[in-house]
């Protein structure tokens, strides 16, 4: 059974750094075909992808927050965790963690099994 | 990037309905995409992938097709549980991109 959970501070005030960490279980990181995205969606509003790192260490962003976030995984724990560089009050959403579905090609992202998600608010 | 447009934002609809929910890319993306439902304060939830394939265990009241640039997701008999905002989601290529969320509500 996968499991995914994400862990973190709720609350972050501008210009810090939020560190987001996602601990799962049920899959390995280092089997052919895994990744692990983020993605997240302020109040109210749709989704938005962030990140996806592959089980070759291979790392994909959004292009518009390419210079703000940084994806890593630890294997041996079992964990990828997200960073995001000078949080902005726009910032503010629930960060999901997210499993890919292992049995399409690389390219293909589909995220079959989710983690409840945390809200971060960045505020003064 | 590929920007996902999803026609209607919402949708009043009654139980045993059917219903079709429109998705269109702004350039081709082969079958390359997803559908989710997702319930208030609750996670998404894979519904369909390759434009026409069931995500094990969606109910087969749920159905996807399309190709190209144009979409849809149809619920062939609508159920009280499937009331939930459905996005659609395209895997042709990075960065990967949502619709705006169509939010399906009771009439």
């Known amino acids: 059974q996968i499991t995914l959970k994400e862990s973190g501070p709720t609350l972050v005030k501008p210009t810090q750094t939020l560190t987001l960490t996602c601990t799962f279980s049920?899959?390995?990181?280092?089997?052919?075909?895994?990744?692990v995205g983020w993605i997240r969606q302020p109040p109210g509003k749709a989704l938005e992808w962030l990140a996806l790192?592959?089980?070759?260490?291979?790392?994909r962003y959004s292009p518009s927050l390419k210079n703000k976030v940084t994806i890593t995984m630890d294997t041996s724990k079992n964990q990828v965790v997200l960073t995001m560089a000078n949080m902005d009050p726009v910032d503010t959403a629930t960060y999901y963690c997210?499993?890919?579905?292992?049995?399409?090609?690389?390219?293909?992202?589909?995220?079959?099994?989710w983690g409840q998600g945390i809200l971060v608010t960045v505020s003064s | 990037d590929i920007q996902m447009t999803q026609s209607p934002s919402s949708v009043s609809a009654a139980v045993g309905d059917r219903v079709t929910i429109t998705c269109r890319a702004s350039q081709g993306i082969s079958s390359w995409l997803a559908w989710y439902q997702q319930k208030p304060g609750k996670a998404p939830k894979l519904l369909i992938y390759?434009?026409?394939s069931l995500q094990s265990g969606v109910p087969s009241r749920f159905s996807g097709s399309g190709s190209g640039t144009d979409f849809t997701l149809t619920i062939s008999s609508l159920q009280p549980e499937d009331f939930a905002t459905y996005y659609c989601q395209q895997a042709n290529s990075f960065p990967i991109t949502f619709g705006q969320g169509t939010r399906l509500e009771i009439k």
């Open positions: 049920g899959f390995s990181l280092s089997g052919s075909g895994v990744g």
């Open positions: 997210a499993h890919r579905r292992s049995s399409d090609s690389w390219l293909r992202v589909y995220f079959d099994y």
């Open positions: 790192v592959y089980w070759d260490d291979d790392k």
């Open positions: 390759a434009a026409s």
